[in-house]
């Protein structure tokens, strides 16, 4: 069992930033991919960012290559997302995930992760 909470949604102008955090307990937090994924209004959740289990590799979503950066603490247990040059399209809902697999992997595989997050939103307005 992992358990994941997300923290650090708001809301924020277009054009700033937010940095978003997800602490995660249980079991060997080093063991998992981690990544992160959003679910606006109306819409099906998808895939933003993910980070593979020693933090050498990361893949993003198209949508938010520049913008966003997903990085790791395995000490910490945490996984943080930076999010910089938000748009009003980046609200949503956002959700931390853990997957035991290739970081690659969970961008195609949004209903196959081992634990989610409750969710944190994130509003950014125009």
């Known amino acids: 069992q992992v358990q994941l909470v997300e923290s650090g949604g708001g809301l924020v102008q277009a054009g700033g930033s937010l940095r978003l955090s997800c602490a995660a307990s249980g079991r060997t937090f080093s063991s998992y991919a981690m990544g992160w994924f959003r679910q606006a209004s109306g819409k099906e959740r998808e895939f933003v960012a993910a980070i593979s289990w020693g933090g050498g590799s990361t893949s993003s979503a198209d949508s938010v290559k520049g913008r966003f950066t997903i990085s790791r603490d395995n000490a910490k247990n945490t996984v943080d997302l930076q999010m910089n040059s938000l748009k009003p399209e980046d609200t949503a809902v956002y959700y931390c995930?853990?997957?035991?697999?290739?970081?690659?992997?969970?961008?195609?595989?949004?209903?196959?992760?081992?634990?989610w997050g409750k969710g944190t939103l994130v509003t950014v307005s125009s």
């Open positions: 995930a853990a997957f035991y697999g290739t970081a690659q992997a969970m961008g195609f595989m949004v209903d196959g992760m081992d634990y």
